[in-house]
């Protein structure tokens, strides 16, 4: 083996292990009685694993009612910011109009903003509106995903403007070639879109927080952070809290790992 190649391999290998071990510390401190959570010196064994912190953070809270409202809420948001942004790629890399690179730049501007600075008057918006504390003050804010419309500008600007040419020809309006055409060639991107922004509505706390008023209305992070709130600092169930919020996102990674990075590279490329 080649020493650029063994270099290679180490370094990954000390990469990974930046992600397993607070990963498996985790896990571990799950699986520990609280008592032994904050024993000095840390240990990675126990000599009586268990499932009680898992059993506590189930019953403590309404988990079940928590996943459905995240769910819904991250089906909805994946699938409005794929089409909206698809759209809004699509319009930027084939349908020429005045002003377009400056309206690309100004989405792409909104990269830099960060999302604390717009809490305060999306949330004046969400209000005017009557949305506070309902799936629809949650999901719309986050429907604007500007890193989103750049992926699909940048793959649709990768496709062969022949066949666009041909559809349109043929007598196809835009919207019959975004749909038939562009939609079927860009299927990596949109697994990419997708997944990206299932994952980030599913881990989002701040806005929940802020919009969600009731209890029946909260998603899993909020949820779970309520439960830790309410018992105090209790380790354990803070780490099984914290895996059983993570578990689909990891399920998800899992299967679709290979699309996110196809999706990607085939963007930029």
Not at 83 to 90: E, N, T
Not at 136 to 155: C, D, E, T
Not at 226 to 253: C, D, E, K, N, W
């Amino acid at each position: 083996m080649r020493p650029s190649a063994v270099i290679a391999f180490l370094v990954l290998f000390l990469v990974s292990l930046l992600w397993v071990v607070p990963l498996a510390w985790a896990v571990d401190t799950s699986l520990k009685p609280e008592g032994q959570t904050t024993s000095i010196p840390p240990s990675w064994t126990s000599p009586r694993w268990t499932i009680d912190a898992y059993l506590q953070v189930l019953s403590n809270g309404d988990l079940p009612r928590w996943f459905f409202n995240s769910a819904v809420t991250s089906a909805v948001i994946t699938v409005g910011t794929v089409v909206f942004a698809s759209l809004a790629g699509y319009a930027l890399s084939r349908i020429p109009f005045r002003g377009r690179a400056m309206v690309f730049w100004l989405i792409m501007a909104g990269i830099m903003i960060p999302v604390e600075a717009l809490v305060v008057p999306l949330f004046y918006e969400v209000n005017s509106l009557n949305l506070v504390n309902t799936y629809g003050g949650i999901i719309l804010p986050q429907l604007a995903s500007p890193i989103a419309v750049f992926i699909f500008k940048q793959y649709f600007d990768g496709i062969p403007r022949e066949y666009e040419e041909a559809a349109i020809l043929d007598g196809a309006s835009r919207f019959r070639v975004y749909w038939r055409i562009w939609m079927p060639l860009s299927m990596p991107a949109v697994a990419t879109v997708a997944i990206l922004a299932f994952i980030a509505s599913w881990n989002n706390f701040l806005w929940p927080l802020i919009v969600i008023t009731g209890s029946n209305m909260m998603t899993i992070p909020v949820g779970l952070a309520s439960v830790q709130s309410s018992y105090g600092i209790q380790y354990a169930q803070i780490m099984a809290s914290t895996i059983l919020a993570a578990l689909p996102m990891l399920v998800v990674f899992a299967f679709f790992q290979r699309q996110i990075v196809q999706g990607v590279t085939g963007g930029v490329k």
